[in-house]
């Protein structure tokens, strides 16, 4: 079993930032991917970024130039550093883990609010 911790949302006027923040349990090493997904309501889970073994990252395209995927190896954390950010953004934003074995973890999710 892996624990997954997500945290860093929060309410954010329009054109500003955010750092969201994963953390496992197990090392990062034992770890294939790692990925931010949002959820908004009355829609469905979408990716919105990845970062998988060998630092290979993969972004939705309406956060592309807005939003980076990055991870400390040291720390079994991944962020997610958001810029730019539009009302279409606010959604809760889960984590997901998959490890080498194919098992998957998600976070509990973090709520990240853009309004003015």
């Known amino acids: 079993q892996v624990r997954v911790v997500e945290s860093g949302g929060g309410l954010v006027q329009p054109g500003g930032s955010l750092r969201l923040s994963c953390a496992a349990s197990?090392?990062?090493?034992?770890?294939?991917?790692m990925g931010w997904y949002r959820q908004a309501p009355g829609k469905e889970r979408e990716m919105v970024a990845t970062i998988a073994s060998g630092d290979i990252t993969n972004y939705a395209d309406s956060v592309k130039g807005r939003f980076t995927i990055s991870r400390d190896n040291a720390k079994n954390t991944v962020y997610l550093q958001m810029n730019s950010l539009k009302p279409e953004d606010t959604a809760v934003y889960y984590c997901?883990?998959?490890?080498?074995?194919?098992?998957?973890?998600w976070g509990q999710g973090t709520q990240v609010t853009v309004s003015s």
């Open positions: 197990r090392s990062i090493f034992a770890i294939y991917a």
């Open positions: 997901k883990v998959i490890m080498f074995s194919s098992d998957n973890y």
